[in-house]
Structure formats: C-alpha cells, structure tokens
C-alpha cells in the first residue's frame, strides 16, 4: 500500500477534484450512519448547542456522503444530522462524493480528531479497525491521520489493559498517561490493584509512575504504599502555580501537535525541563530536521 501524506485533514482526503463531487440537497430519512464511526456516543449538550446555531445561521457546512442504492451513506457530518434531527428539519445539504470503504473509515477518523475530543479508547479501536479491515501498517495510519507512528502504537497498546481500566479511562477517571504507566506492569492483577489506588487517591500522572515501582515491592502491603503516596503529596498550589501549569499544558500541546510526538515541560523555580519523546533514530532525525525548519536552521 502507498503511503499517504494525508494528515492535512479532511479538504485533503477527499481530494481536490470538484468533477467528482455533487451537492445537492438530501431528505435525512434517506441517510445511512457511517459503518465506520469511531465515535460510540455524542455529547448530548454539544448537540443541542449546534442545533441552536443551525436553528439561527442554517446549516453552514455540508455534510459528506456516499450512494449506497437509492439511499445515502454518511461520510462526515453526523453531529449536524442528529442536530438537524433535534429540531425538525428534514432536509440538509450535503456533498456526494465516490469513495471507497478505506478512504470512508479514514475521515470518519480524521473528522472526529480534528473536530471534538475523541476518547482515547474509541481512536485506539478506530486505528485498530484500518490496521484489520485494510491491511494498514501503524506508519500508514499516521500518515493518513497527521500523528507519529509512536503516537498511533501508544494507543493502540492501551487496549491491552484490563477491561475496568478500559473503563477508566473511557470514562476520563483515569487518563491515557495513566494508562501507559499502567502498561509497564506486566501482571494483571497489579494493574488492576495500582490502577484502583489510583483512582482512590486521585493520583497525578507523574507521581504515579515514581510510585510504580515502590507498589510492586508493596503490593501485600497498602500501608506501604499509603506512606509513599503521602510521602510524595504536596501541599495545595497557589493560583498562581495552577494558571503556570495550564499554559504549560497549553505549551505542550501546541509543541505535540507541531512535532506530532508527546512533549513533557516542567518547571520549578528558577529551573525547567523540556522533554520530546522518540522511538528510533529515524523519528529522532525527522524531530531534528523539523526544529531545524521551524527556526530557520537548514544550510
């Protein structure tokens, strides 16, 4: 299979070919739900604040749909249907376009990224489906969907923890950083046991993964382990701190998105770190020739 530079988004996966497009205006009864929707439920409240703007503006988007006989099969735009739906229209424009069913699983994927936060589970189980139904290497899924080929396989490992943490972090108690350090464990058992833990003592990311170790070592003791969480517990932190914190938050995601590979910063007192993941020397090469271009460092 040919490799994709396809993470520009939707405009790019649907091509820019206006000959094979049609848009016309479609009865939602005769719209089919996408077979390949990542997404296994939709925020209520997000959906009524969009049927209020289409209730004001119309429908300012299109949505995207194949034929499938003498009906229609939804590529993107599902949110605007059940929007539509909300408050009784019952017509809604939207462009016909010929795709196949690995270019329909791909911006499913890529429209719900790039548009709402998808859980973390649901994405993993997304690129699951393009690695079995089309045959598509990890590099190949991050290529079409504009992430890095470690972030992709991050991912998908989290579906190898047990079915409560799936849970978990289905359901945002535990976060995908919980996760992977959850992954380093190898019993199920002390996934389990950690990850309740966790959760009960509302534990950050990186204290859980200094704990880690020290609750191998102390798994027939909780107490043992309740002195090293307490032991490692701070005091509450000033307005001040959380505001720092969150525009580093907003620091690293802006960087992440940039470089398409997790980046860490921290930052005490006077002194910070700054931390770019990679997982071969060939992302490392890619990273360099990035920073390089970005600040204008090429020869």
Do not use: W
């Amino acid at each position: 299979m040919s490799k994709r530079g396809m993470g520009r988004g939707l405009d790019a996966l649907l091509g820019d070919d206006k000959s094979d497009k049609i848009l016309k205006l479609i009865s939602l009864e005769k719209i089919l739900p996408n077979p390949y929707q990542p997404r296994k439920g939709f925020d209520e409240e997000s959906i009524l604040k969009l049927s209020e703007s289409i209730k004001e503006h119309g429908v300012l988007q299109p949505i995207v749909v194949r034929e499938k006989g003498q009906l229609y099969e939804l590529i993107s735009g599902e949110r605007r249907v059940k929007a539509c739906e909300r408050i009784g229209i019952s017509e809604i424009p939207a462009i016909v376009k010929e795709v196949t069913d690995e270019q329909m699983a791909i911006l499913a994927l890529v429209e719900n990224l790039q548009r709402e936060n998808l859980s973390a589970i649901d994405e993993a189980r997304a690129y699951v489906e393009l690695q079995d139904k089309f045959s598509m290497t990890h590099e190949e899924i991050a290529n079409s969907v504009g992430k890095s080929r470690s972030y992709v396989t991050n991912t998908i490992r989290l579906l190898q923890l047990p079915d409560e943490v799936i849970k978990y972090i289905e359901n945002n108690t535990l976060s995908p950083a919980h996760g992977r350090v959850l992954l380093s464990l190898k019993d199920e058992i002390e996934i389990l046991n950690f990850a309740r833990r966790i959760v009960k003592d509302g534990i950050p990311v990186k204290v859980a993964e200094e704990l880690k170790l020290e609750f191998i070592s102390n798994k027939d003791s909780i107490k043992g382990l309740s002195k090293s969480i307490k032991s490692k517990s701070r005091p509450l932190k000033s307005q001040k701190e959380v505001k720092q914190d969150e525009e580093l938050k907003f620091i690293e995601i802006e960087i992440s998105k940039k470089l398409k590979t997790p980046v860490h910063i921290s930052f005490s007192g006077n002194v910070g770190r700054f931390v770019i993941e990679f997982y071969s020397k060939e992302e490392l090469d890619s990273l360099v020739e990035k920073i390089f271009s970005i600040y204008g460092l090429e020869d």
